[in-house]
């Protein structure tokens, strides 16, 4: 079988711009997406995509983008990556659906395999696959809860699980996640994150502080024998790309192995190699009881999963656990294609020279650049966090402002952070070098500018 292919042939990875962006059939589909969407529902660029692939967007009006966002961290492997073409095609072809849960098929249970080969830890493991990441956290609560008897769930200050009810209230931002949408479910607890940039007494002492402060707050607030779960992001996504302190993650795990409690590490945006490891817990040596996944697990396509240990796993009655769409055999073939693409390929190795480049490109700036307050992350989920130069005083509108400066000369990158002030680089792992360095130029000199 030929080894698969990072970029297809068809699509010139190059920037190039034709019309002003958005060109004019972009600017005509906005005005039919005006009238026809929920304006809840929100662009990053108001660019419509034409194809996509390797490192770039191809627009409606023939213009090339460079893509730094993998459409949140989703095509790792590329949009159209070509073992995922082929085995999806080849599903297609076969059966689109059975459901699971009547007529179950191998895709779904060659995933679980492959989940219970790459997630950390040698224990025996089981998984549920499901649609969305959102959906997948809230399993996750659910297993946790039916295997402990337990209710509480503990989450982070600038936490992100998702937007259906539970996982709104997971999500510790209210603009624009929550606003207006409550009431929110119960028996959530929100800690302080070990965040070294604002940690107040500094980044040296922060790890060790924060999970003193955070077991003492569950063993005052809400008591560690009614914890079902302590949710976190290894590395957190939409609040900022925050690296947690080193030795936090591994403080917290054990605390919640001397209690008894669910540590459920949400890698729905740090895994599948986007961090230069499988999952982002191995840069630390955390095992977590459960591990939730959705993006880059598919290539593009709607999985997510739930992969832990088998007798937590087991906990929940059969029946308890699924949904007539969960592990669809199209999506299922995706991910087998995703996951060969990235072993073939070894995209953990690509994203780690991605950190390299980055830091070297963007770290070469900051000496220059006062507004950019940290340059952080790990692999190729890396950002910069934007301040009001010589303070810590978060600056948004910095943000918004490069993040439009590179939209305009093709460069699609997004924001994120509680503040807003975080611009964040999440390229396809699959991107070319040329690519990465012209993208990076185009940031730099935008930086330069402000
Ligand atoms: N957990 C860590 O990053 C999704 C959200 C985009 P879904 N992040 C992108 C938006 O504005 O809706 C995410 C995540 C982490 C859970 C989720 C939720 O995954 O597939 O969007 O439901």
Redesign the pocket.
Known sequence: MPAPQAVPAALPQERRLVTAIPGPKSRELMARKSAAVADGVGTVMPVFAARAGGGVIEDVDGNSLIDFGSG??VTSVGSSAEAVVRRAAAQLADFTHTCFMVTPYEGYVAVCEELARLTPGGHAKKSALF???????ENAVKIARVATGRQAVVVFDH??????NL?MALTAKNM??KQGFGPFAPEVYRMPLAYPYRWPTGPERCAEEAAAQVTDLIDKQVGAGNVAAIVI?PV???GGFIVPAPGFLPRIAAYARAHGIVFVA?????GFCRTGRWFACEHEGVVPDLV?T??GIAGGL?L?AVTGRAELMDAAHTGGLGGTYGGNPVACAAALGAIETMRELDLNARARRIEEVVRDRLGALREACPAIGDLRGRGAMMAVELVRPGTKEPDPRAAAALAASCHAQGLVVLTCGTYGNVLRFLPPLVIGEDLLREGLDILGGALARQ
């Open positions: 949140i961290a649609n969305s990441g959102a959906e997948a956290v936490g992100y699980h998702g937007r259906t996982t624009p996640y992001e957190l996504g939409e949400d890698e729905i945006q740090s939730t959705a993006k709607p997510a």
